[in-house]
Nanobody, 117 residues
Framework: QVQLVESGGGLVQAGGSLRLSCAAS????????MGWYRQAPGKQRDVVAT???????NYAASVKDRFTISRDNAKNTVYLQMNSLKPEDTAVYYC???????????WGQGTQVTVSS
């Protein structure tokens, strides 16, 4: 079974940067879009950014121009570069991978990002 392993979370001051990585434990058949979601305490999980198989990124309005999503298809890895971090970016960040075959999507275990003011 494929597992998504996330890394790069942590504690940073406002205005700082972090880079999240998410690597699949093995190749995913018919891999499609990849993305990052986040969930703050007491809130629903929301999309942060997604990237198509051809490299087109889409961003939530709250992170546009601060975050950059990228992927390495050879490594089945997706990245999220987060700059100019704000306290409201504090959340658990989850990576997501879509596939054309069952089970059609995978989730990472989540990594905590905490931004102090």
């Amino acid at each position: 079974q494929v597992q998504l392993v996330e890394s790069g979370g942590g504690l940073v001051q406002a205005g700082g940067s972090l880079r999240l990585s998410c690597a699949a434990s093995r190749s995913i058949f018919s891999i499609g879009a990849m993305g990052w979601y986040r969930q703050a305490p007491g809130k629903q999980r929301d999309v942060v950014a997604t990237i198509t198989s051809t490299g087109t990124g889409n961003y939530a309005a709250s992170v546009k121009d601060r975050f950059t999503i990228s992927r390495d298809n050879a490594k089945n890895t997706v990245y999220l570069q987060m700059n100019s971090l704000k306290p409201e970016d504090t959340a658990v960040y989850y990576c997501n991978v879509r596939a054309m075959a069952y089970p059609y999507q995978y989730w990472g275990q989540g990594t905590q990002v905490t931004v102090s003011s």
